[in-house]
């Protein structure tokens, strides 16, 4: 690790340039630091300071800290001894609040008591000895030493700029090490700024783009002023910032109307004086701005603006990570509403611009429902952030009963939906006329042509009496695609119907240009209002035959006549349950792990679904979009090859009509697709709390590297602090060689063996805490034993012929279908996990699918491409196999959400479902999956990347709702 390390001499530099100065008590001072300090600790109580654990053989044991009124007083009662104190906190966006403060006071009767302070953004990931890879938290410059601090001053300013190159500061530790004599160390402040607080208030000076508040006429609404009807709120003068101060917060202008009354898309505010006129939150303090009074009406109008820090989303070693944009959560930003009764209400305000829930950076017009038959008493704007803050220019009420945006009002508890029964069932009726084939059941009604293919031209919910396609434009409902990914035309060659025991059977096929291509078709029409589409390709030549299948190609299909009521579910890792316009294409993989799709109405009932149950696991994409116009649907099953003078199979696409909701398709297929899964428990089933930690590059908590000895307790007691328990630690990095690296050989390492590995399991068993060893299982190091027969033979190669490695190019990609790296990464789970006692073994990579995983080489043994999600399979099988022999107990689990497909296999898996960011994802995150393989121990990753995020309420919120285990890396 690089450790920028700020000399005393350069802290002699700064101070001389501040030696006398001293922070105003004026107004504008209480102004500056409401708006420019990021993050700060007066040392009144303790906020989370810890001492360090440290085996160091000088870490003295007389050493105490005490918090008051004056802020915190460390003692160090022994003569040369070392002692650091900790906290750890939120991340402080430093990028943005670069000037650090200290206000403190050395006491001693020496000299040489030494005071620094560690700055931290507390990286935590993978340690790739001699590796460079942005994930190797030991790489990069994540920490910076300030001082030691002067014996002669109370007051240091540091410009972290050229010194910490991370974004974020999430750990501090004040480290002392006292001299010849005992000594005591004060602290009154630790403060983050924006500017340097020595230097006059920047914010007269700041530059302009655009002012403070937009103009009446840019609020994209045409509703006439209602200035009878809204009356403006005077809101409180205390402790609010000024017009300067408010913009130099949200980088606009100071323009500042003349008039106090404005008017805002027809609503009627009064504003307070230029240097009154914001009421204003801390940035890293949850707090609310609270308004007393007496008011009835049925909405409250608010001038809100806000701005936020840093990013929500987890780095993995990027140059940079997303910024927080848009207030979308009521955990994060919410009006509350007391009034006389008693009662109380909670909203997320609503954006008259965007006409959503959602709150943006800049002054705009928000609109919360109130309660019109009561007395409003008091409201408040409650902040919930700690990267954020929130500012209140105005406020009106709706003082009428008429409500001017009605769209906000609580909708009313929706009614039990109506019961459409099932139609009487009748059998299937079919008839053909030329090339044309029509089918009648009680459930659906279907017309199609098939000279150039299947061709739906009618498609209708019987018990409706609906059309349900758009006719005008019929789609092909299967396509068959050369190996450029062009459509391959197809001519009609025969076609024959019949009647079965419980429907009809309708067989087509087809010539595929070449005319020795063909493809059939196997349609059998239930009477209950099933259809199942079977296809099968043949290749009549002598050369294999590489082609694709468009399949279950639906275009502009409306459930629904009424407007807004075409609903859909996908079955994605966070499911889209929806109405509203998306449009994705999605791996069948960890992030569309359910092949199915239903498309519903909840007003006119009734609906149509679709689901494909493949055990041959073939790759396969699913594209899907809605629009206004209707929904689109294909399934492509792609890199397919059809040997010489040979057949294949594909699996059946199942549709289904039926008269509910989604749940109609959820049920039939949890049904097939749960009929061949093992009726035995999942091996961490009930596993809630999970710790990843690494031994190196890590907490620090679970291993000591003087002593190279596991320390499992201190991991567990910060568990119990934080979560009241803990139930599986997850290891990472517990492999660590200088000599061969972190992943391929496994069973010798430089930090104590097996048998201190298995120790640490004991002592983790004693207090009934499971452990999870990780592997990996595509990389090698090149540096390791295994390397010197998988390297090159086994490295996987991408399309354009070059051999895969991974960031740092000292780990190459193995490709699992290489049946020799199959047998010995197994061999090597299973011993380790015999010799070790470990309750589970983590395959790190499994999961995620698709055609980047692919492997192109010719000489592995696998069809080129090869298939990742059969490889990924066999190598699970494997493992399976092996572990039943050494150590049938253990548990696998994997990186991503497997498919079903995959789901026997695997015991548990993580779960990045908080990040998916489609539009029509359900507001619950529904994990659907979750309700169809109940047993899978599914852990949601609410802490992961290399710099820490912090965990919001929503995503405990998914957890808990869904049964998902909380899984945790770094410090809680």
């Avoid at 500042?256 to 009627?268: N, Q």
């Avoid at 062009?486 to 119907?497: D, I, P, T, W």
């Avoid at 595509?778 to 490695?805: E, F, H």
């Avoid at 010719?858 to 039943?884: C, F, K, Q, W, Y």
Wanted: proline share 7%; charged share 20%; glycine share 8%.
């Amino acid at each position: 690790m690089r450790l920028k390390i700020c000399s005393a001499g350069l802290v002699y530099l700064v101070l001389a340039a501040a030696h006398g100065a001293s922070l105003s008590a004026s107004d504008d001072s209480r102004q500056r630091q409401r708006v420019e300090i990021g993050w700060h600790d007066d040392f009144r109580t303790d906020s989370g300071w810890f001492r360090e654990n440290s085996d160091a053989p000088d870490h003295g044991n007389g050493t105490a800290i005490a918090f008051g009124s004056d802020g915190a007083v460390v003692s160090v009662a022994s003569s040369n001894r070392a002692t650091a104190w900790t906290r750890t906190t939120n991340p402080i966006w430093v990028n943005a609040f670069p000037f650090l403060e200290i206000r403190y006071s050395i006491r001693e009767s020496g000299s040489m008591t030494q005071v620094s302070l560690l700055l931290s953004d507390d990286s935590t990931g993978p340690v790739t000895p001699g590796a460079l890879n942005p994930e190797n938290p030991l790489a990069g410059d994540h920490e910076a030493l300030i001082g030691p601090l002067p014996h002669d001053r109370d007051h240091a300013v540091f410009d972290l700029r050229p010194l910490f190159p991370s974004d974020r500061v999430a750990r501090l530790s004040l480290r002392i090490t006292s001299g010849d004599d005992p000594s005591q160390v004060s602290l009154r402040r630790l403060a983050f700024w924006a500017s340097d607080p020595r230097l006059p208030s920047p914010q007269a000076t700041r530059p302009t783009s655009t002012a403070i508040l937009l103009p009446q006429d840019d609020l994209s609404t045409s509703r006439p002023s209602q200035q009878g009807v809204w009356q403006p709120v005077q809101l409180p003068q205390r402790d609010a910032i000024s017009a300067a101060w408010l913009a130099s917060a949200l980088t606009t202008s100071a323009d500042w109307p003349a008039g106090k009354d404005i008017e805002r898309g027809g609503i009627l505010f009064r504003l307070g004086d230029a240097d009154r006129a914001a009421m204003c939150s801390g940035v890293m303090e949850a707090e609310s701005l609270d308004v007393s009074g007496q008011w009835k009406g049925c909405e409250l109008a608010l001038l809100l603006g806000s701005r936020m820090f840093g990013s929500g989303v987890a780095w993995y070693g990027q140059a940079s990570s997303s910024p927080r944009v848009m207030i979308s959560s009521p955990h994060q930003l919410a009006a509350r509403l007391e009034y006389e009764d008693g009662s109380t209400s909670i909203h997320l305000p609503w954006s008259v611009r965007r006409k959503t829930w959602a709150v943006d950076r800049s002054p705009d017009v928000y609109i919360v429902p109130m309660d019109p038959a009561k007395n409003l008493v008091r409201f408040s704007v409650v902040d919930g952030m700690n990267y954020g803050q929130v500012f209140l220019l105005a406020a009106s009420v709706n003082s009428s009963s008429s409500p001017a945006f009605p769209q906000v009002r609580p909708k009313a508890e929706p009614r039990r939906p109506r019961q459409v029964p099932p139609p009487v069932a009748s059998p299937t009726q079919w008839n053909r006329a030329g090339n044309r084939f029509i089918v009648n059941n009680a459930w659906l009604r279907l017309a199609a042509e098939v000279e150039t293919g299947l061709r739906l031209e009618q498609l209708g919910l019987v018990p409706f009496d609906r059309e349900i396609l758009n006719v005008k434009s019929p789609a092909p409902f299967v396509e068959v695609l050369g190996e450029d990914g062009q459509v391959l035309s197809m001519r009609f060659e025969a076609g024959n119907a019949g009647d079965t025991a419980g429907g009809a059977r309708l067989d087509f096929r087809w010539s595929v240009a070449p005319s020795e291509h063909k493809l059939s078709l196997s349609v059998s029409v239930e009477d209950t209002g099933r259809v199942r589409i079977a296809p099968t390709l043949h290749n009549e030549t002598a050369q294999p035959w590489k082609t694709a299948l468009r399949i279950a190609q639906l275009r502009g299909c409306r459930i629904s006549p009424i407007q807004g009521d075409n609903c859909y579910l996908v079955g994605t890792r966070n499911a889209l349950l929806s109405r509203v316009p998306t449009s994705i294409r999605k791996d069948y993989s960890g992030v569309w792990p359910l092949p199915l799709v239903g498309l519903f109405a909840e007003q006119a009932k009734g609906g149509l679904g679709l689901f494909v149950i493949d055990s041959n696991l073939l790759p396969k994409v699913l594209e899907f979009k809605q629009t206004d116009s209707g929904a689109d649907i294909a399934i492509e099953v792609h890199d397919l090859v059809v040997p010489p003078h040979g057949n294949l199979v594909l699996p059946p696409v199942t549709l289904m009509a039926h008269t509910g909701d989604w749940h109609e398709l959820f049920n039939a297929y949890r049904a097939e697709a749960t009929a061949r899964m093992p009726s035995e428990d999942k091996r961490l089933e009930g596993s809630f709390y999970c710790r990843r930690d690494y031994p190196l590059g890590g907490t620090g908590y679970l291993f000591s590297p003087p002593s190279l000895r596991y320390t499992p307790e201190h991991l567990i007691a910060e568990s119990n602090k934080a979560f009241g328990g803990i139930h599986m630690i997850d290891i990472s990095g517990w492999a660590y060689s200088r000599a061969t690296g972190r992943v391929g050989d496994y069973l010798s390492n430089d930090l104590g063996g097996l048998p201190e590995l298995r120790r640490m399991v004991e002592r983790s068993h004693a207090d009934g805490i499971k452990v999870g060893l990780y592997f990996e299982g595509y990389l090698i190091d090149r540096r390791s034993d295994l390397a010197k027969k998988a390297l090159p033979d086994w490295q996987s190669i991408d399309k354009t012929g070059k051999p895969r490695w991974w960031s740092g190019d000292m780990e190459f990609f193995a490709c699992p279908g290489v049946e020799a790296w199959r047998h010995e990464l197994a061999g090597r789970i299973a011993k380790v996990a015999h010799e070790t006692g470990a309750d589970a073994v983590y395959v790190d990579q499994f999961g995620l699918l698709g055609s980047g995983k692919a492997c192109w080489s010719p000489n592995h043994g696998h069809p080129v491409p090869s298939n990742p999600i059969l490889e990924e399979r066999a190598m699970l099988e494997t493992i399976r196999e092996a572990l039943d022999k050494q150590a049938p107990a253990t548990a696998i689990y994997i990186e991503y959400t497997p498919v079903d497909g995959l789901m026997d296999l695997v015991d548990a898996a993580f779960d990045y479902g908080l990040w998916d960011g489609e539009a029509g994802r359900h507001p619950a995150s529904l994990p659907l999956y979750r309700y169809v393989f109940p047993k899978l121990a599914s852990f949601e990753m609410v802490g992961h990347g290399i710099r820490p995020v912090p965990v919001e309420v929503d995503d405990l919120h998914r957890c808990i709702f869904h049964g998902l285990g909380i899984w945790l890396k770094g410090r809680a």
